[in-house]
């Protein structure tokens, strides 16, 4: 059983379509904030730069093994596009990231989105959560915890392998 990973999605707050083409002058001014890349590196991407990369992102993994989903973040109170939450799904492991930006940081929303994602991959049979976090974010750490996944030893790039069951029921 694999998920699908073109639901849309809703959580309390939350409206959480999956990102297209159609989303990139919205997502483009929401994550514009250079501080968002402290940990990873880069800039912000341009409109047209995430035209492309959602293009390519609806089009799906070209490995046959592999299935990609990734849903922006729609304040149901405004509209407002506030960021993203996406999943790599790979043999019953799903790997998780979440982007929030920066004028909307600190209210739970990437907690409530990232729940609502793992809620829905673990009803589609995925048994494994997993995220790479770099050691210095605290706020990502601190959505991580919440999903309850923890860190492992493991390192890849500088980033910590944070790692949990994940089983209906069990987000947090």
Known sequence: MRPDLTAPLRSPRLDL????PEHAEAMAAALADPALHAFTGGRPATADELRARYTRLA???PDP???WGNWALRLRADG????YVQATVRAGTAELAWVIGTPWQGRGLATEAARALLAHLTAGGVTTAVAHIHPEHHASAAVARALGLR???NTQDGE???EAAAAPGTTG
């Not at 407002?80 to 960021?83: D, N, Y």
């Open 17 to 20: 379509p999956p990102i297209g």
């Open 59 to 61: 089009a799906g993994s």
């Open 65 to 67: 093994a592999e299935a």
């Open 80 to 83: 407002a596009l506030a960021g």
């Open 151 to 153: 860190p492992t030893p």
């Open 160 to 162: 910590v392998r944070w």
